[in-house]
């Protein structure tokens, strides 16, 4: 099942950067194109352009979970 995929959670909040602090974050803006290829138990995979070149996004789940936060974290980690 999908989960709700809308503003940044408080986990989001915490995990990102705020301003791009992270050398990491882009402007969501900037991606184009999305559209779901793939799922799994923390998030959504899209695929799109970036400033012209095909990524792959994902999009992560807002879950509510605090014994799966610190999976998400992990996640974000290895994402970035």
Same mark, same amino acid.
Request: glycine share 12%; proline share 5%; no cysteine.
């Given at each position: 099942?999908?989960? =709700?995929?809308?503003?940044?959670?408080?986990?989001?909040? =915490?995990?990102?950067?705020?301003?791009?602090?992270? *050398?990491?974050?882009? #402007?969501? #803006?900037?991606? !184009?194109?999305?559209?779901?290829?793939?799922?799994?138990? &923390? *998030?959504?995979?899209?695929?799109?352009?970036?400033?012209?070149?095909?990524?792959?996004?994902? =999009?992560?789940?807002?879950?509510?979970?605090? &014994?799966?936060?610190?999976?998400?974290?992990? !996640?974000?980690?290895?994402?970035?």
């Amino acid at each position: 099942p999908v989960s =709700k995929m809308t503003a940044p959670s408080a986990l989001a909040n =915490k995990i990102a950067a705020p301003g791009g602090e992270s *050398g990491w974050d882009i #402007n969501y #803006n900037d991606l !184009e194109g999305l559209h779901p290829i793939a799922g799994g138990n &923390f *998030g959504q995979v899209l695929r799109g352009t970036y400033l012209g070149t095909e990524v792959a996004v994902k =999009k992560l789940l807002d879950i509510d979970d605090e &014994f799966m936060h610190k999976y998400i974290e992990r !996640e974000m980690a290895i994402l970035k």
